[in-house]
């Protein structure tokens, strides 16, 4: 919106799809309801009755959605369930001390538009960041494999196999120093038995986020440059999960900064595995048939 393009529609593509299908169905209706406040917003004739009655049902539904979805996460014991429902009350919060009723007053339109690109945004965001990995949490302590190399046999938490190859070998290696430094930084907390000193662990992840920054600045280069359809998704998951990993800085003022940086591995090795086998297969796939198509000189990429 903020390009001035005011009839752009929101589309709920494969990307925000979590893969439950009560979940999706109501995601794609909260795209729908979000859409037509905005079509309704920028209508020519607009009708500021009808903008709130679209604006109410967008909250409403919004609301009802994230206590089906909490519903969910309990029954399926989802150890992200705390997060989401500190996520959704921060949500409700803010848009509960903003008067709904009136934003049909044009001379509110400045807060209406602040409104609709929070909400846009944080929509997006809050799929691709945690909805997208409902019910598919896994754990380092479970995924262990026994290696052995010149160095001799040890445990690999979360070996980079074979599904997670693209078929580029330069991206195929990117890929590969994540799950090496998510397997140091989780190598290193289980041979940490100081209780309180994990300034080692999160100096680990610092390089995570160093090498993760370049990584993901190279492929959205090259999607960009090829107009991926989806780019905009791609780019909005990136930046979820770097918002994550920020995280590690929290660590210090938690109560059981092990207990904290575990679950914290645990959600950037989820995600990161669905990221590549879900979305990053599709961009490769895109990237590779682009590139196959520019040597012959087919110019088929036109939007
Ligand atoms: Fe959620
Ligand atoms: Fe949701």
Redesign the pocket.
Known sequence: MSDGNHNEIFKFTEACKVGVPVIDAEHEHLFEFMNNVIASFYDENRDNISLEEYIEVLFDYGKHH?QH?EEYMKKINDPELEH?LK??KKFVEKISAINLHDLGDPEKDALTIHLIEFCLKWLYD??LY??IIIGKMRHLADTAVEVTDETGTHLVYCPFEDKYRTGDPVRDEEYKVIFELLNKTYTMLKNNHSEDDYDAEKAVLDDLAVHCIYHYANQEKALHDARYPDYDAHVRAHCAFLDRLDERDDAEGMPDQRKFLVELLDYLYTWITYHITHMDKHADEFLQQYEEDKKNGKKKFVF
């Open positions: 994230f979805e989401q996520a959704h809050h799929i945690s909805d």
